[in-house]
C-alpha cells in the first residue's frame, strides 16, 4: 500500500510502499478515505515529542472505510455495543489502546492509562491507504458530515471538547488562539450561549475579524486585556507566556486550560494573579466517553469544519505550510476519496 513514512524526526516524510497491515484480534482493517492533519503531527515531525515508534506513519484523524475485521475480541460486554461491520464508515482517534486496569482506566480517567498507545504516535495512523485499530476505540461518525468534513472533528474536535468541558458553566470564556480546534470549540460555546473573547497574535486582525464574524462578543491581540473579567480561558497555542497573560484576565475562582500537547515553557507571574482560587490545568488525550459526547452535539450545533485538501503524497507540504502558518483552513488528506 502507498504510505507516508517518517523515517527519523527533522526529515521530511518518505513515498514508500510498505505492506498492508493484518487486523488482529479485535481490530478493524480500515481503508482510509481521508486523514487530517493536526499539530501534533507538526510536533512529532520536529522532533518536539520523545520516542515515537519509528519508522511512523502519522495521522490520527482518520476517516474510511471497513475492509475486513479481525477474529473477535474475548471484551465481552465492553465490545458487545461497539458494532462495525464490513463496509461501515469509520472514524479514528487518537486513543488507539488502554490497558483497561490501571488506576486511571478503572476511574474513568483513560485519557491518563499508564500504558496508552496513541494513532499515529505509538502506533502507526492514517498518511497510508490503509490502517489497522482495535475496535473499541473507533467511532461511529454523524451522516451529517462528509469524510473530508469528518477528519478534523477526530482530533481537533474531540480534545477541543474535554478542554472546554472542563471550564465548567464559564459564563465568560476567553480563547487564545483560533486556529482549528478552537475554531470548532467556539461555535459550541456560542450554541450554548457563553460570551466568547478571542485573543489572537497582536496585530492579527483578519483573525479577529473572523472571530468576531461567527459570533465572539470580543476579539483581540493576546497582549490585551478583555473588558470583562474572564470565568474560564482556554489555551490553544503552544505558547507558554500566554498562561500568565490568560490568568491575570481571570476573574477570582477562573480556571485556565491548557488544551496543546506540546507548550514552549511557561514564564514566572506573581502569585496574585493565581490567588482567589484560581486554577491552572492542562488537558490530555480523550476518552472514549468525550467521543461520544461530542459526535452528539457537533452536528446538532452544527459545527462547521473549513478545509483544504491535499493529496496524501503532499503530506509534506501541507506539513510545511502548517508550520509556517499559511493554511487557510484544516489541512485534510485525501487517501482513498470516495
Ligand atoms: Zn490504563
Ligand atoms: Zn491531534
Not at 503531527?41 to 506513519?57: A, M, Q
Not at 475480541?73 to 461501515?88: L, M, W, Y
Not at 490502517?131 to 476505540?137: C, H, K
Amino acid at each position: 500500500m502507498r504510505a507516508m513514512v517518517l523515517d527519523k524526526a527533522k526529515l521530511p516524510l518518505q513515498a514508500r510502499d510498505v505492506p498492508k497491515p493484518k487486523p488482529g484480534r479485535g481490530h478493524l482493517l480500515v481503508r482510509v478515505n481521508s486523514c487530517a492533519v493536526c499539530r501534533t503531527d507538526l510536533h512529532v515531525v520536529d522532533g518536539e515529542l520523545s520516542n515515537p515508534k519509528l519508522p511512523l506513519i502519522l495521522g490520527h484523524q482518520i476517516v474510511g472505510r471497513v475492509e475486513e475485521i479481525g477474529e473477535p475480541a474475548n471484551f465481552k460486554s465492553e465490545i458487545s455495543d461497539v458494532k462495525f461491520a464490513v463496509g461501515d464508515r469509520v472514524g479514528i482517534p487518537w486513543l488507539g489502546w488502554t490497558d483497561g486496569e490501571c488506576v486511571y482506566c478503572r476511574s474513568n480517567r483513560e485519557n491518563l492509562c499508564d500504558r496508552a498507545r496513541f494513532t499515529g504516535y505509538t502506533i502507526d495512523g492514517g498518511y497510508a491507504e490503509f490502517t489497522v485499530a482495535d475496535a473499541r476505540f473507533c467511532f461511529h461518525l454523524p451522516e451529517h458530515y462528509n469524510d473530508v468534513d469528518a477528519a478534523p472533528l477526530l482530533c481537533a474536535g474531540l480534545i477541543g471538547y474535554r478542554s472546554y468541558r472542563k471550564t465548567g458553566n464559564a459564563r465568560c470564556l476567553g480563547m487564545y488562539g483560533f486556529g482549528n480546534a478552537a475554531h470548532l470549540i467556539a461555535q459550541i460555546a456560542l450554541y450554548e450561549g457563553r460570551d466568547l473573547f478571542v485573543f489572537t497574535r497582536p496585530g492579527d486582525v483578519k483573525t479577529q475579524q473572523s472571530a468576531k464574524a461567527l459570533g465572539a462578543k470580543w476579539a483581540g491581540g493576546s497582549d490585551e486585556m478583555p473588558p470583562e473579567k474572564l470565568d474560564a480561558a482556554i489555551i490553544f497555542a503552544s505558547v507558554g507566556p500566554l498562561v500568565p497573560a490568560a490568568l491575570h484576565a481571570l476573574a477570582k475562582g477562573g480556571i485556565v486550560v491548557c488544551g496543546g500537547i506540546h507548550m514552549s515553557d511557561i514564564p514566572s507571574f506573581p502569585y496574585a494573579d493565581l490567588w482567589e482560587e484560581r486554577v491552572i490545568t492542562s488537558v490530555a488525550n480523550l476518552t472514549r466517553r468525550d467521543g461520544e459526547e461530542f459526535f452528539e452535539i457537533a452536528p446538532r450545533v452544527p459545527v462547521r469544519t473549513h478545509t483544504e485538501t491535499f493529496p496524501l503524497e503532499e503530506a509534506n507540504v501541507a506539513l510545511d505550510r502548517f508550520r509556517a502558518g499559511k493554511l487557510k483552513a484544516t489541512a485534510v488528506l485525501l487517501v482513498n476519496p470516495n
